[in-house]
Nanobody
Framework: VQLQASGGGLVQAGGSLRLSCAAS????????VSWFRQPPGKEREFVAAITRSGFTTDYADSVKGRFTISRDNADNTVYLQMNSLKPEDTAIYYC?????????????????WGQGTQVTVSS
């Protein structure tokens, strides 16, 4: 599975961005797609997840009510709509996939990672 993340950029606080994660290759093996982020000088952290069916989503408390994860299975693409952005949302955002259920938030439990896209929120 290959993942291509895009959509990052520079935005003012209160603004919005939509990230995309396009998957190719053996996409039938994907059980869950998640977004993680890594702020400057900090560890990578879970942001949001969605299962293959799209019926189950999960969010970090810090983004609940502001971010929405969705997917388009026809295009093998997962989106992260980010609204009401804050300076503390500044990070490199990565999409990742895993083939099985289990932990959503553990970085090491994911099988494939995209290259990351930079999101910068100015105050």
């Amino acid at each position: 599975v290959q993942l291509q993340a895009s959509g990052g950029g520079l935005v003012q606080a209160g603004g919005s961005l939509r990230l995309s994660c396009a998957a190719s290759g053996r996409t039938v093996s994907i059980y869950r797609v998640s977004w993680f982020r890594q702020p400057p000088g900090k560890e990578r952290e879970f942001v949001a997840a969605i299962t293959r069916s799209g019926f189950t989503t999960d969010y970090a408390d810090s983004v609940k009510g502001r971010f929405t994860i969705s997917r388009d299975n026809a295009d093998n693409t997962v989106y992260l709509q980010m609204n009401s952005l804050k300076p503390e949302d500044t990070a490199i955002y990565y999409c990742a996939t895993k083939r099985s259920p289990g932990s959503t938030v553990v970085v090491l439990s994911y099988d494939y990672w995209g290259q990351g896209t930079q999101v910068t929120v100015s105050s």
